[in-house]
């Protein structure tokens, strides 16, 4: 019977493909029992990204185990509040897909990915889409959003794939790691990724049919390898991001900007909603922190009240 370590590149219902990265030999799994995580409220006891031990014989292969997790993005279904989803693991970098326009950017929406990669050590990047359709049209808004989050210390990039802009730039800062991407429906996330490899879609696609035949092959988060380096998550849209395993008063901590004012306030704790001498209002009143983040935070304590 042989064994080994490997991790899952994509999630089909109850099957799994692994790798024994960085070698991209890929291979279906199943799972062994009832393997669970210890909160019983998550929904997926694997996620892609994990890193774990697999057996296989004559039958095929089971997982019996799965590693500790370096971190992973979480996310809280705002429909069922106890309920959350593990959306990928070990990431060394996510880059969350917005776009201005087409659709709208929702600045909370945004805050919330934000806030999780904060908390789960993630560090963060935030790609506009299709910035060849609004720049010249919204020249303003586009400055104020990169002023908004530039100042909260998140790299910016703008990216078109009808013109190629910011497509070489990601795809040298994807090489050599795992790499998240994130975002609502509709912003351009897949678009993007095909972008960085074109010869991606079509090799996958074969691969996924040749191991999956027969099976359900309706894949809800999916690791691509790119011939530049480096891998890829593609995650499907994101319609609700609720927060997972962070207390009221532990949620301004994970606002860049608002940590580092907060070294000013008079009180400690300090919820920089009421109280007297704060930093985080004064820096607000100031212009150095944005009202936008701001009213997000402001937002993010009175979801925390729903769940409780």
């Not at 010869?199 to 049919?209: M, N």
């Not at 593609?234 to 900007?257: N, T, W």
């Not at 009143?285 to 729903?306: A, V």
Request: hydrophobic share 35%; glycine share 8%; proline share 6%.
């Amino acid at each position: 019977m042989r064994s080994g370590e490997a991790t899952v590149v994509k999630n089909a219902g109850s099957h799994y493909l692994l790798s024994e990265l960085p070698s991209w030999d890929i291979f279906p799994a199943v799972l062994r029992g009832k393997i669970r995580l210890k909160a019983s409220e998550i929904t997926n006891p694997i996620a892609v990204g994990d890193r774990v031990r697999y057996q296989a014989d004559e039958d095929g292969c089971v997982i019996t185990e799965i590693l500790p997790r370096r971190n992973y993005l979480i996310r809280r279904s705002t429909n069922l509040s106890r309920q959350a989803h593990i959306i990928a693991a070990n990431i060394d970098r996510a880059y969350v897909v917005v776009s201005l326009y087409f659709p709208e950017v929702k600045l909370p929406f945004l805050d919330r990915i934000l806030v999780t990669c904060e908390l789960y050590g993630i560090p963060a990047t935030i790609v506009l889409s299709k910035t060849d359709m609004y720049r010249e049209l919204a020249p303003e808004e586009l400055a104020r959003f990169r002023s908004i989050y530039e100042r909260a210390g998140y790299p910016v990039i703008e990216t078109s794939v009808v013109s190629g802009e910011g497509i070489e730039e990601i795809r040298a800062a994807c090489k050599g790691g795992v790499n998240l991407f994130s975002g609502e429906s509709g912003v351009g996330k897949s678009s993007l990724i095909k972008a960085l490899d074109p010869s991606l879609s079509p090799k996958i696609g074969a691969i996924s049919a040749a191991h999956l035949q027969g099976k359900h092959t309706t894949s809800l988060y999916e690791m691509y390898p790119l011939e530049s380096g480096g891998y890829v998550i593609d995650s499907p849209g994101i319609r609700g991001f609720g927060l997972v395993d962070v207390q009221k008063e532990e949620i301004a901590r994970y606002f860049p900007e608002m940590l580092r004012a907060a070294r000013g306030c008079r009180f400690t704790p300090c919820t920089h909603t009421h109280e007297p001498g704060c930093a985080v209002k004064d820096a607000v009143e100031e212009g150095l922190i944005s009202p936008e983040r701001y009213n997000s935070y402001l937002g993010m304590l009175e979801e925390d009240k729903k769940f409780r």
